[in-house]
């Protein structure tokens, strides 16, 4: 029988950092000792990045080293050492002799070391390990662009031994592979099984053994040869589902004369999937995805999980969260990774690791991967998702016919290999497309609540259309009905330090990258002292609370997000970005040390299969006295009863309650419109920010989920102030006609309402006026000015990608029910101008601003200027637009017409 000799631990390492031993033969420990310097201690698994900090970044060649003992009754085995993943590629000696080479960061390999090894005495592997990164030459044997390399192209390579080794003692006659597909529907388990045979005549034998360990079923033939089939039947099968992981157990072995010459076993479970008429289905029931990116990566340890407890406690964690799906993304991931989620009942969606630039040799390495995840994985039940290409990464799918044609034969390729699962060919976003896949999914980021609309025409149009995702250069291939997957979407919330310091209190070596994306916004150090310097202490308090207030906000915007695609029949899924965050790119549900971020238990509510919410008018624009109506959706995707069931509501604050009756039946994988809530705002008298309570119950008054919506009221409007103001065109209409003494000309006014600064407004401010410049556009300055009007689209303002946030000072807050962030309380006010021109040293002038990343790039919204004996206030917010109709608009005006009205009105930024 098969034994074996564990080779993780301490190994002896030398890195060859300027490439000095260029010697393709074995080279001994004493020569590389005196050329490179002594061997540092290095740990087995892990990549050398995430354990030495001069090696952090640096790819190139290293030597690995080790000793062991090999027991004498190994004697005339067959002996392996066997390598879980090395990258990128190695050459591997025992005592000096040559054993083997491979290529290849992802997957298993094991070579024949029997001839080399000293038995009953100590030996010596040694391995060669050459690490291609993004700054590799492009000499490299295994050029970098070529390569499937996934993110090691944005946070750095992944070099070395970085999963586990070890040895393995079998006969020489024995089992290299058993594949196992449980399907459901017939109640059979299909056994392939894959054998090494020299002369061999014996049989084989297959046992199955059910979850609770009872039953076991059996089946028995002699050899065939290259591998034996085998289909046993299971009565009564157990499907293994998210919610019910049941796990049979297989085992084979090879006998010989009614002798045990050697065994496999593995687990796998009765599950199928399938892509029907617009639905994905799980075991034949609908499946709505639940969804988040991970892309696999661990604090401190890089690329390798650094624990089985930590993968089962981020996976349940996961499942807190109400997720049943992680898209592993564009990294194979450690089989221990499926080992939990098979466990836990948690879906895996796989991705080949891309490549930058579509060659021969990229197309043999990308296949040559997709076959061995096959090869290793199939047994895993929770994985029901292959991807080819993500993002047209390593293609050019919009210019190229014949990556178009690759794509597409690839897919089918798959689908040839792996007929058990369903395939991707592109995970698309724009300029790029599907050419043939069992699923439409696609990428969309908005920044919340600024591009909401933007969101919703999108996904309504491509609702109405979905073949708008696929090629159109005429050769996509649809069948029609594929299931619409959102498979990226996502908004950042900054994590709290304090959670990714190490025990000395330094913060990780990432803080100082990113500086090459976006232009610098994401490189986190320094983000306290930026935080500070911008006097944000004085709007937030202290950072753990600035940091609760992104973290909301991220949630406020996923849940507006996701709402939006419940409603939508024909959208069955998602998947956020994503699980963790990973260094700087901050959009995770967890931190990179797997801590919740503020909303953890509030996620669910709007992440489960059954959800209830209410369509919501803009949060801010109801006064006393006008009629709030809003749709009450139900989207049923669990195995639950909700034949008649009823959403009721209640807000408190109002003292208001009532009930939606659901139909009459209700099957799962469908929404329903419940009809509306309607009412009359009460009188109020001020500002109140009431919470909408919505709960669904089924017909025996069960809670199957809970949801709320925030609702910004107003009074009644009440006369504005005294103040004369001097105003032109419309807005000095509607000001006139919401109450305020407008005058046509300065003299005598107070403040003057502008949306353009010109060469009266310039004398009359000098002189020692006051001026509300509500600016448009981009021109309403004239140039030459310390500040400026600048355009977000298309700038690092725009804030689809790394989001930031807008956040208002308590002198523009108090009274009026608003936080300090910039919240779905301002949908439809968020600007599309930003102020530029303000230092950190100016912050007390800037009343409303706006960052993006790690607080970079910080700019006003509403900014204080002196200009002679006079001063303004600048405000790209449009409220010039929505004053009289909207009431928010309607107060932030008149408050920044009091504050300039008010004795401690100076500012001292100069215009």
Known sequence: MRERIGLDGTWRFWPDLNEELDDPTYVSPEQRTSVLGAPRAVTVPGAWQAQFDDLQLWAGTAWYERGFDVPSRWDGRLVRICFGAVEYS????????????????????????????????????????????PESPASSPFPFDQVPHGKQSWYGPIGGLWQSVHLEASAHDFIERVAVHGDPASGAARIETSLRLRNFDGSVTCSIMSPDGHDTY????????????????????????????????????LHDAGRRVDSANDTFGFRSIAAEDGALLLNGTP?????????????????????????????????????????????????????????????????LPNWNTLTEDSKRRGRETLAGLIERDFNHPSIIIWTVINEGWGVDLPNQREHRQWTGETFRWMKALDPTRLVVDNSACPPNFHIESDINDYHLYKAMPDHKDEWTAWTAAWAADPASTYSPHGDAVRRGGEPMVLSEFGNWGLPDNANLVDELGDYPWWFDTGREHSGGIVEPRGVEDRWLEWGMDEVFGTYKEFVTHSQDAQFDAMKFEIEDMRRRQDIVGYVVTEFTDLHWECNGLLDMARTPKSYHHRFKQINDLDVTFALCPPVHGLRSGERFTAEVIVSHYSNADLDACRVRWVINELDLSGARDGPRTLPGGHVARLGSIDFGVPAIGAPVRAQLHLWLEDRWGKIINCNSHELLLWPERSAPGSARLWARGEIGLALEEVGWSVEDDPDGAEVAVIQAWDDEVEKWVAAGGRALLLAGGEDALPEGRALGVQRRAGSMWEGDWAQGMGWLRPALTEGLALRPR??????????????????????RNVLAGFYVGWVRSTVATV?????????GI??????????????????????????????????????
Do not use: M
């Not at 299971?234 to 919610?243: C, I, M």
């Not at 779905?824 to 100016?842: K, N, R, W």
């Not at 405000?875 to 017409?897: M, N, S, V």
């Open 90 to 133: 190695c050459t591997v000696w025992i005592n000096g002799e040559l054993v083997g080479e491979h290529e290849g960061g992802y997957l298993p390999f094991c070579l024949d070391v029997s001839p080399a090894l000293v038995l009953g005495g100590s030996n010596i592997v040694t391995v060669k390990v050459l690490d291609v990164g």
């Open 218 to 253: 059996h089946a028995s033939a002699p050899v065939q040869s290259g591998g034996n089939s085998f289909d046993i039947g299971v009565p009564g099968a157990q499907t293994w589902d998210v919610d019910s992981p049941n796990l049979y157990k297989v085992d084979v072995q």
């Open 287 to 351: 499946l709505y995805v639940l969804g988040a990116l991970d892309q696999d990566y661990y604090l401190g340890s890089i690329y390798t999980p650094p624990s089985d407890d930590l993968l089962r406690g981020q996976f349940l964690k996961a499942k807190e969260l109400g997720l049943n799906l992680l898209r592993c993304h564009i990294k194979v991931p450690d089989p221990r990774y499926l080992y939990w989620a098979d466990q836990l009942g948690l879906l895996v969606w796989t991705e």
């Open 822 to 843: 910039v919240d779905f309380s301002f949908d439809g006010l968020t600007p599309e101008q930003v102020v530029v021109g303000y230092a950190p040293a100016d912050n």
């Open 863 to 871: 900014g204080a200027f002196s200009h002679g004996s006079g001063g």
């Open 874 to 911: 600048l405000c790209t917010l449009p409220l010039a637009q929505a004053y009289g109709g909207d009431p928010l608009a309607t107060e932030l005006t008149h408050r920044l017409i009091q504050l300039l009205c008010g004795p401690d009105f100076s500012p001292t930024k100069r215009l």
